[in-house]
């Protein structure tokens, strides 16, 4: 088969990730015969030095006309002292939103082999883990009426969190089509102590989860979930949650897991196009240096393969060869800790992954 795939690398250790996962969907294609096109599209801080704009229309345009979209990151020092409506971060925003793509899907999971590199103690995942955060993406306070005004004291500034019933609906759906699939358990997690919007949120789940009766869905409050995580993560199958809290507490799952930089995602709306992005940043510090982790994107290939492309097999041999990989103690920087494995670099890591395909 053949699939045209926008490629918006970005900036920092982005296009050197992306074009890992791009010789990683090479092999996939030489080996079960696909042919796989790539269109290079700007994004973020490279895209505002180019053209004044980090999300330029040729971009969405591109990423509309694609089978699908691998992303690497955006953003860097160079550009943090723009207004908010020019930053790199708004193009992942904004690509987000033009694409429609409202779910998140971010699995966390423990690699037996990278039990170690786990900071938990180890009675706490003597059972591993395997988690699949389902983040709402395109609405929320991420999205929501902002601005300045004066107030109480003087000049403020405000964000807004509103969900709809159909958001909440649609995202309440995937996660329980997803738990089907899975441990046929659902955690939403919300702040409906509190939040009028949370209130909604814990009463539309549950209207969903009555067309599911075989999935388990409960409820828990964001704060006790962030604590959660880190006392019993195996209580967790399918967590839901909006776009803030998903943001947040994804990046505390993948700390679990060893390495934020071991955790991929898939961004995916109505239709089979999605787009798939590390979840971690761009991370300038080490920009460059070829010592980045790929294994975060090339993870995210595999679920475009999984998700967009229906290509099982093809999926299962990265994942697969991911395994393979960390099971022979093969380690980027990142997974290194305090031991004295010697790391592998950005290139060296892929083509360990390269050889086991
Ligand atoms: C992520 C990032 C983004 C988000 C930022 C950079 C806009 O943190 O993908 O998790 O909040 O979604
Ligand atoms: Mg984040």
Redesign the pocket.
Known sequence: MEFNIALLKGDGIGPEIVDSAVSVLEKIGEKFGHKFNFTPYLIGGCAIDAVGKPLPEETVEGCLKSDSVLLG???GPKWDSLPGDIR???A??GI?AAMELFT?LRPAKLYSALKEACPLREDLVSKGFDIMIV?E?TGGI?FGERGYRQGKYGLEAYDTECYSETEIRRIAKVACETAMKRGKKVISIDKANVLESSRLWRKVVHEVAEDYPEVTVTDMLVDNAAMQLVRNPQQFDVAVTS??F??IL??EASQLTGSIGMLA?ASLGETKRGLY?P?H?SAPDIAGQNKANPIATILSAAMMLRYSFDLTAEADAIEKAVDLVLDSGLRTADLVGDSDTKPLSTTEMTAAVLERI
């Open positions: 990151a955006v953003g790199p971060e708004k992942l925003l987000r998140n983040r993406l991420y776009n803030m998903g943001d994804s990046d995602s992005e979840i940043g």
